[in-house]
Each structure stands twice: as structure tokens, then as C-alpha cells.
């Protein structure tokens, strides 16, 4: 027989890590087709996050909302607030951390639930720090989710925090389609949200006094040549000082649908071959810019039969550059190519601008105290500049913005190889601790 194991006699529960909180929803969305993890905003396993996150916050006692725009809330109140202060005035100018649960199709696991599961942890080590009467705060602290900040869904990514900004016009964001044709506002309606209120929420934006996002770093700015000889990996962490300007274009050509068996090859307009010829327009011309990236990541053929020429190929396109001049330059030169190689093809081309935004400059100061705290943790802790987007990007618009990014040793991501190790992910929990503490 075998004997069982005998519970440790300590009555104290043990130190909520990023590794125990992200086991817990570790098969939640998980994609056995693609690999990874495909959690669109609002599918089953979004939701589930969702209820996750909430119930890990009501666990520490914290009020949670849902706002206007799917935004989660969940508050750490200032004691005084909670004894009968007023809770509205001390939640506004409030220290907000936190990230998003969504996904890209096939994604890994830790673009959105890191920050997430940081935040989480990082509030209990705070909240440790006060009982032993090492942090007096003056400010409430709110840990945030942002819905579809990957625009995998709807097209448009940090949908959540445009809205809830004012970056985006909210007619036009109800209006965005889906792959079923479902409306974002009737998604949004079948999440309990009322699309009439969705849009511009200055209370909220109000609320949020400074923004700290911690992300998975998710290319080789920690773990590339300079940082890695043999054995040397760069620093763990690192702050963020930009984000690249990036924006999405759709480019659609049509043709004429055909038979594949009786339409002889030059009497065809294929424009599935104009499309092809304008993938690589995309990666020569972008080569030809030092620094510019663009990706043609999707692409959908119209009818999409094996024996049918297609009358109709759309392929949205991902282009990003540190200098807007730079991109619109590109995208304009790309747009031309398009449009050459549909003449060609005797089809037409069509390129329409879905989502467009300049680069940031993250602010200074808050940069400056996050590496304060962060270099306590990771004493080489540089300032980093990411071609990802994130919620932080957009809100640094509008209030004092700030991220912390962790090593990713494959400086893989939106793929399943993205990694963390354990050590790097107390250590970006920690150094989100001593920062939100300096900010409090
Ligand atoms: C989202 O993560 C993006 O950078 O596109
Ligand atoms: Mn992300
Ligand atoms: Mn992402
Ligand atoms: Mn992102």
C-alpha cells in the first residue's frame, strides 16, 4: 500500500506565484490544431478567463466591475475608503495595472494572462507589505482586463481600451464584423454589455492615474546577439520607452470566378495570382526599409473551392515602422504595387485602412521610476522599445503610461514556442510590486 502523504502541519498558505495562477487556466483555450492557445474575445474559453480573473479577485476581497466597454475592474480600496470615506473620490487618480486575456489564433501563453497573473501576485505581496505595516498608501490600487486587445476577433485590436479612451469612434467599433459576420455590438450585447453605453468613459479613464502593463517580452530584445554569448542571456527585465507605430490594411482584389478545368490560363483574371505577387511586393518593399516590418498573416480567397479560380482574394496586411512618415511612405508604395500587379492580372485592387496608430513615447517620468524600482530586481534592466502593441499604448495617449517587459528566451511569440521562465516571472512580479509601491 501506498502511505499517504502527511500535509505540511503550516497553516500558511503557500506564496501565490505567476506559475500557480497561470496552471490553473494552463488547458483553457488550449488549440490542438494549431498548437498554443486561441482565445478570441467573448469565445467559451475567454469567458472562462474572465470568470477566472473575477473570482481570484473576489478571493482577496476585492470589488470587481465589468464597465461600459467589457473592461474588468477589480479594486483594492484604500482602507479609509472602505471604513465609509467616499470610495468614488478615492478611486479616482488610481495606480491600474493589468493586461489582457484574449488571444491571437495559435498564441501562446503568456501574451495578456502574464500581466494578468502578475498583477494578481504582485497585489499580494503588497497587500503583505501593508499588514506588516511597510506600505502606506495615499492611492487606491485597480488591477485591469482588457477585452480583444489582439483584434483577433474584430480586426481592431485594443479594442477595450480605444474605446474606453475615446480612440476610436464607437459607431464605427460596433459596426466591425467578425469571421460569422456577428457585429461587435452584438457580441457585445450577448456579454450582458449594453452597446449604447460603449464608448468614450471619461469616469474610468478618470479612474486610472497611472497605467503599468507587465508583458512578456516578445522578441529578442532581451535575448538577442548583443545580450547572448555563451551562457549569457540578456537581463530579465526591462522597461518599456516605445511602442512602433503599426496599423492593419485590408487589400482586396477581384477577378473573375472561373472553372478551374475550362478556362484556358490566358484568358483568366485570377486574382489570386495578384494577390501572391503582392505578398512579396510586401516583403521586398519592407526590406527595402531598415527597421520597417510588414506581414501578410491572413488571407481568404472568395469562394475558396480547389476547382474554382476565385473571383475575390482579400489579404489583411500588419505593417509597423518607429517613424509614421516611414509607414504611411510604405504602405503607399505597397498600395501602387498592388494595384500594378491587379492590372496586370486584369483585376482590380482595393486597399482600405482598418486601424492605424503612431508611435508612443512612453512617459519619462514614469519610465524613469519603474527603473528605479526594476533595477532593485534586474540591476541591467535597459529601456525597451517593442514592435508589439499593448492597451498601455494606446492609454498613453491620455494619462501617464509605463510597462515592464520579461525575458522571453525563444524571443518567440504569438506562437506557441513563447516562454518565461519561472525565476524571470517572480522576478517581473517582484519588480511590479516595488514599482506599483512607489506609485501608491
Ligand atoms: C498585438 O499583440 C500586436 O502587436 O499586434
Ligand atoms: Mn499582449
Ligand atoms: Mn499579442
Ligand atoms: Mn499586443
Known amino acids: 500500500m501506498t502511505p499517504t502523504p502527511i500535509p505540511p502541519p503550516s497553516e500558511a498558505p503557500s506564496p501565490t506565484t505567476v506559475n500557480s495562477l497561470l496552471a490553473a487556466i494552463a488547458d483553457v483555450g488550449a488549440d490542438p490544431r494549431r498548437g498554443g492557445y486561441s482565445r478570441p474575445v467573448w469565445s467559451d474559453a475567454e469567458r472562462e478567463l474572465r470568470s477566472w480573473f473575477l473570482a481570484e479577485a473576489a478571493a482577496r476581497g476585492l470589488e470587481t466591475t465589468t464597465d461600459a466597454n467589457g473592461v474588468l475592474w477589480a479594486w483594492w480600496d484604500l482602507p479609509a475608503a472602505r471604513r465609509g470615506g467616499s470610495l468614488e473620490a478615492s478611486r479616482a487618480d488610481a495606480v491600474v495595472t493589468g493586461s489582457h486575456l484574449d488571444s491571437v489564433p495559435g498564441g501562446g501563453a503568456f501574451d495578456g494572462p502574464l500581466g494578468v497573473a502578475s498583477a494578481l501576485a504582485a497585489l499580494d505581496q503588497l497587500v503583505a507589505r501593508e499588514a506588516a505595516g511597510a506600505l502606506h498608501r495615499q492611492r487606491a490600487l485597480a488591477l485591469a482586463v482588457f477585452p480583444e486587445e489582439e483584434g483577433s476577433r474584430f480586426g481592431v485590436a485594443c479594442l477595450g481600451s480605444r474605446l474606453l479612451s475615446g480612440a476610436i469612434d464607437p459607431e464605427r467599433a460596433l459596426a466591425l464584423t467578425d469571421a460569422e459576420g456577428i457585429t461587435l455590438g452584438e457580441a457585445a450585447e450577448r456579454n450582458g454589455l449594453d452597446p449604447r453605453r460603449m464608448g468614450p468613459d471619461p469616469a474610468a479613464l478618470q479612474s486610472i492615474g497611472r497605467f503599468v502593463e507587465l508583458h512578456v517580452e516578445q522578441g529578442r530584445g532581451l535575448d538577442g546577439p548583443e545580450h547572448s554569448g555563451p551562457g549569457s542571456a540578456g537581463p530579465a527585465l526591462a522597461v518599456g520607452s516605445t511602442v512602433l507605430g503599426h496599423g492593419r490594411w485590408r487589400l482586396s482584389f477581384r477577378g473573375q470566378g472561373n472553372h478551374a478545368g475550362t478556362t484556358l490560363m490566358q484568358d483568366r483574371a485570377d486574382p489570386m495570382v495578384a494577390a501572391a505577387?503582392?505578398?512579396?511586393?510586401?516583403?521586398?518593399?519592407?526590406?527595402?526599409?531598415?527597421?520597417?516590418?510588414?506581414?501578410?498573416?491572413?488571407?481568404?480567397?472568395?469562394?475558396?473551392?480547389?476547382?474554382?479560380?476565385?473571383?475575390?482574394?482579400?489579404?489583411?496586411?500588419?505593417?509597423?515602422?518607429?517613424?509614421?512618415?516611414?509607414?504611411?511612405?510604405?504602405?503607399?508604395?505597397?498600395?501602387?504595387?498592388?494595384?500594378?500587379?491587379?492590372?496586370?492580372?486584369?483585376?482590380?485592387?482595393?486597399?482600405?485602412?482598418?486601424?492605424?496608430?503612431?508611435?508612443?513615447?512612453?512617459?519619462?517620468?514614469?519610465?524613469?521610476?519603474?527603473?528605479?524600482?526594476?533595477?532593485?530586481?534586474?540591476?541591467?534592466?535597459?529601456?525597451?522599445?517593442?514592435?508589439?502593441?499593448?492597451?498601455?499604448?494606446?492609454?498613453?495617449?491620455?494619462?501617464?503610461?509605463?510597462?515592464?517587459?520579461?525575458?522571453?528566451?525563444?524571443?518567440?511569440?504569438?506562437?506557441?514556442?513563447?516562454?518565461?521562465?519561472?525565476?524571470?516571472?517572480?522576478?517581473?512580479?517582484?519588480?511590479?510590486?516595488?514599482?506599483?509601491?512607489?506609485?501608491?
Do not use: K, Y
Not at 504611411?328 to 486597399?351: F, K, N, P, Q, Y
Open 277 to 440: 505577387e503582392t505578398v512579396l511586393a510586401v516583403r521586398r518593399l519592407a526590406a527595402a526599409r531598415p527597421d520597417a516590418r510588414a506581414t501578410v498573416g491572413r488571407i481568404s480567397p472568395i469562394p475558396g473551392g480547389t476547382n474554382v479560380i476565385a473571383s475575390r482574394v482579400d489579404l489583411w496586411m500588419d505593417v509597423r515602422h518607429a517613424e509614421d512618415e516611414v509607414t504611411a511612405a510604405l504602405v503607399a508604395e505597397i498600395a501602387d504595387s498592388a494595384r500594378a500587379h491587379a492590372a496586370a492580372e486584369g483585376c482590380t485592387g482595393e486597399l482600405v485602412e482598418e486601424s492605424l496608430s503612431g508611435t508612443v513615447h512612453f512617459d519619462p517620468q514614469l519610465a524613469a521610476t519603474l527603473s528605479g524600482a526594476v533595477r532593485r530586481t534586474a540591476p541591467a534592466a535597459p529601456l525597451l522599445a517593442t514592435g508589439a502593441g499593448h492597451d498601455a499604448g494606446v492609454l498613453a495617449a491620455r494619462v501617464p503610461t509605463g510597462m515592464i517587459h520579461v525575458r522571453n528566451p525563444t524571443g518567440i511569440s504569438h506562437a506557441p514556442e513563447e516562454h518565461v521562465e519561472d525565476d524571470d516571472a517572480a522576478a517581473g512580479v517582484l519588480a511590479l510590486a516595488d514599482a506599483l509601491e512607489e506609485l501608491l
